[in-house]
């Protein structure tokens, strides 16, 4: 990537990520340039390159990666290196840019360990709702380690709605109730990078024993090893010896059993056997639970920094995606607003979030917004498009428009076309005259709001 590219692709993010964010967190950003892959940028502190790999790594990386895909990484300096050997001639990468979803796999020399168990993710940290209440209290249950009930325990469902952290929180569990146990957690990916480590040592004999040897196995994201036979294999043998000795085994998956393809129908099968449990897309209150409980917590971590009311519930209703995203803006808003020292208002809420509420915007229909506006003024939807021009329907039409204008991204002659073909200098006169009378009619303006934050809501 050349400077100059680099030079676009600021401007492009200064339009997607909004003038503050930009300048507080882009702009600083010195190109380095690019090497083996890894694009380089030197940022003033170790939290400047922290947080913008943490917050705005993937949207960087995108970008950089569609005009150079040579780029797979990006790494963020600081100007003065501790010079760790006498060869340090390039500072370190201070940040890896976090990508959804992905483990440490570092090889680890002590061969009992697994990931390392994430302080964050307990069960009290846990926050329980209607979507994930069945795998909560099934991972509770095979916490608590009596005997063996549902084996294994599969746990699935979509990105980032806490399977990783059931499965911490168990580990966690397990060690503080039972610490005898020997408890191995790893990703799917782990266990297929260990055994192959192993068949390249010749050392088959010694991975066999290690597995078979543990109490309680937990496999994390195991739709991995789809498609990857010797592995599943030795994976479906390891499985089978540990249920042969009563010992659990908890799984996780981004599907069902029978939607991962490339999976042998007998390992399928296995997985089937015990408890298969998912987690729902997240709703609306257990999104504002997780919110209230991060912004407690966050309010600790920021003594006296304000939050406006109804942010949290704004958030809630916005940002429908999944946690891991929600809790990022979370974070984000309370760094931003701490840096800045100015209270989480509604507007620095927008300012500061604008590229993922943009992402999670809802998409409204124009029937949507037609259905509303006619129940609102009490009218009939034939007469809210149809040809009748006396001012009880021709208002309503106007403000139907208008939200049209505003809340969909329909072009005026695609929202003419709905409104009984009219034309689109029509529905641009519409919009203009209700922007009008918004300014002079607080009936108008106020009507225009509750049908906006309803079809929002
Ligand atoms: P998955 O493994 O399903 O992709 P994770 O377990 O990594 O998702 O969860 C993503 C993030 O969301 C983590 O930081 C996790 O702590 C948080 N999270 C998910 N569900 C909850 C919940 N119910 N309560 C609190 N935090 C949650
Ligand atoms: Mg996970």
């Known amino acids: 990537m050349t400077g100059d590219q680099w030079g676009s692709i600021r401007k492009e993010l200064s339009e997607t990520l909004g003038e503050n964010s930009f300048k507080n967190w882009i ?9 083996d892959g890894i694009a380089r940028f030197q940022v003033p502190t170790n939290f400047m390159g922290n947080y913008v790999s943490q917050n705005f790594g993937d949207v960087i990386l995108s970008k950089v990666a569609n005009v150079d895909p040579t780029i797979r990484r990006i790494a963020f300096e600081t100007s003065a290196p501790k010079a760790a050997s006498p060869k340090a001639a390039a500072p370190a990468p201070v940040a890896a840019p976090q990508f959804v979803g992905e483990e440490e796999t570092a090889p680890q020399s002590d061969a009992l360990n697994g990931s390392p168990l994430d302080k964050r993710f307990t069960f009290d940290s846990f926050v329980v709702g209607k979507p994930n209440e069945l795998a909560h209290a099934a991972a509770k249950r ?8 549902f084996n294994p325990l599969f746990l699935y469902g979509g990105v980032g709605l806490g399977k990783t952290h059931l499965m911490h929180a168990i580990a966690w569990e397990l060690r503080t109730r039972q610490p005898h146990l020997n408890v191995l957690n790893l990703s799917a990916e782990q266990f297929m990078y260990r055994f192959v480590q192993a068949l390249r040592d010749r050392k088959m004999m010694d991975f066999k024993e290690l597995f078979r040897s543990v109490d309680v ?3 994390d994201d195991v739709q991995f090893i789809a498609g990857k036979d010797s592995t599943q294999e030795e994976f479906f043998h390891t499985f089978n010896a540990l249920v042969d000795q009563n010992k659990q085994i908890i799984i996780s998956a981004d599907r069902a059993p029978d939607e991962i393809k490339d999976l042998e129908n007998r390992i399928r099968s296995r997985l089937q056997s015990g408890l298969v449990v998912d987690l729902h897309p997240t709703d609306y209150e257990l999104r504002l639970g997780i919110l209230q409980s991060k ?5 600790r971590m920021y ?7 109804g942010i949290l519930e704004f958030l809630a209703a916005r940002i429908v995606s999944n946690v891991r995203i929600l ?3 979370l974070t984000r808003l309370f760094a931003f607003a701490s840096l800045i020292g100015k209270p989480i208002t509604m507007d620095l ?5 604008t590229d993922i509420l943009r992402v999670s915007e809802r998409k409204v229909s124009i029937e949507e917004i037609q259905r509303k506006v006619a129940d609102h003024y009490l009218i009939r939807h034939s007469d809210l498009v149809g040809p009748k021009r006396v001012r009880t329907f021709a208002r309503p039409r106007q403000i139907a428009m208008y939200l049209c204008k505003q809340l969909t991204t329909r072009s005026l002659p695609e929202i003419g076309r ?26 108008i303006a106020e009507d225009v709001e509750l049908l906006r934050r309803s079809l929002e809501a």
């Open 303 to 309: 003594p006296g920094l304000e939050v406006e009311k």
């Open 217 to 219: 196995l937990m496999v």
């Open 418 to 443: 709905h409104f009984g073909g009219r034309d689109h200098t029509t529905v641009m006169h519409g919009v203009r005259r209700i922007e009008e009378l918004k300014k002079q009619d607080a009936q």
């Open 27 to 35: 702009k600083p950003l010195v190109y380095l340039g690019t090497k």
């Open 327 to 329: 809790e990022g803006a």
């Open 142 to 149: 095979v916490a608590e380690g009596g005997p063996v009930t």
């Open 295 to 299: 912004s407690e917590m966050y309010s």
């Open 349 to 353: 809420t927008q300012e500061c979030l």
